[in-house]
Structure formats: C-alpha cells, structure tokens
Nanobody
Framework: QLVESGGGSVETGGSLRLSCAAD????????LGWFRQVPGGEREAVAS????????EYGESVMGRFTISRNSATKSADLQMNQLQPEDTGMYYC????????????????WGQGTQVTVGS
C-alpha cells in the first residue's frame, strides 16, 4: 500500500513537501519513487531512492530543485520540492518497484492514488 499526502496549491517559486507512506515490507525491500502526470500526457519520472545504497535518481526537469529522502520513522519517501514552476503542475504518484542499490525507472510497477500539485503563475 502506498499513500501520498502533502499536495496542494502554491505560487511560482514556492515549496511543497510530499510524503509517501509505505507498508513496512515495501519500505525495507524495494525502490520508492515519485512520478507525475498531467491530463492527456505521459507519466514522467521525477525521483527515486534505493533501499540499499540510498542512491537517488532525478528527472532532468527537476534536478537541483527537488530532493527525495527516506524517513525510517514514518516508513515514507518524502519529496521536497523547491522553486516550483507552473510546469511542475500535475498529479504526483508514489511508486514502488523491486531494487536494492539502483532503481531504474522501468522497475516501478505499483502506484498510489496520487496527490495534486498546482503551481500558479
């Protein structure tokens, strides 16, 4: 089970923090990541973090602005989003996939319900 929280509306240049609560098994055993999608568009990879090495991967459009982290206390993968732009608007989905030290985007095959992020100009 993957449960997202933290979406909302923000002005351009603002920040939001998303959280994905996973069950204990998913948190310990696999990759956690974030993807986003706009209506009529393809799902875009945003960030991922590996359980073993802690290795992080980012989509090119968010590199330097977004940071993914793991929180062992809450069994969650959090996404800190800074310097938000209107093009960051979309539905953000938490995702899970098998992996240990590296998480290719293609490994993700389990999805949360999504949380909406809207960035106003």
């Amino acid at each position: 089970q993957l449960v997202e929280s933290g979406g909302g509306s923000v002005e351009t240049g603002g920040s939001l923090r998303l959280s994905c609560a996973a069950d204990s098994w998913k948190y310990a055993m696999g990759c956690l990541g974030w993807f986003r999608q706009v209506p009529g568009g393809e799902r875009e990879a945003v960030a991922s973090i590996a359980p073993g090495s802690g290795r992080k991967e980012y989509g090119e459009s968010v590199m330097g602005r977004f940071t993914i982290s793991r929180n062992s206390a809450t069994k969650s993968a959090d996404l800190q989003m800074n310097q938000l732009q209107p093009e960051d608007t979309g539905m953000y989905y938490c995702a899970y996939g098998w992996g240990s030290d590296f998480c290719p985007w293609t490994t993700f095959n389990s999805w949360g319900q999504g949380t909406q992020v809207t960035v106003g100009s």
